[in-house]
């Protein structure tokens, strides 16, 4: 199970970084060509707090997300491998030189 989490992290993290970067590079694009066709000086007074506001609420998401995937990611490998261990401890191991059946194996 932890190969498909794994996995669907791994394409949350990519996803949202792509959709991230390419809101950045639209909104701030824009607002360049809008701010040098303008030439406005009070448009961009207007402008920079809500645009700068966007680029921190984008550059968080765009790499928040991916360290968090990566650090869940680490959790699911850290859990699977400590149950595959406990798993692996309680089988009991057959001894290679028994060649005789016990009673319950005779039925």
């Known amino acids: 199970m932890d190969p498909t989490i794994v996995e669907w992290l791994?394409?949350?993290?990519?996803?949202?970084?792509?959709?991230?970067l390419g809101?950045?590079?639209?909104?701030?694009?824009?607002a360049a060509v809008v701010f040098m066709l303008r030439r406005d000086?009070?448009?961009?007074?207007r402008w920079?707090?809500?645009i700068l506001a966007a680029d921190l609420l984008?550059?968080?998401?765009?790499?928040?997300?991916?360290?968090?995937?990566?650090?869940?990611?680490?959790?699911?490998?850290?859990?699977?491998?400590?149950?595959a261990g406990s798993r692996m401890s309680a089988e009991v191991p057959l001894d290679a030189g028994a060649t005789e059946l016990t009673p319950a194996m005779r039925r």
């Open 10 to 20: 791994g394409t949350l993290s990519s996803t949202v970084f792509a959709w991230s």
């Open 23 to 30: 809101a950045f590079l639209v909104i701030n694009g824009a």
């Open 41 to 45: 000086r009070g448009l961009v007074n």
């Open 48 to 50: 920079t707090g809500r």
């Open 58 to 83: 984008l550059v968080g998401t765009g790499l928040g997300v991916p360290v968090v995937a990566s650090m869940a990611k680490l959790t699911v490998a850290a859990v699977s491998s400590s149950f």
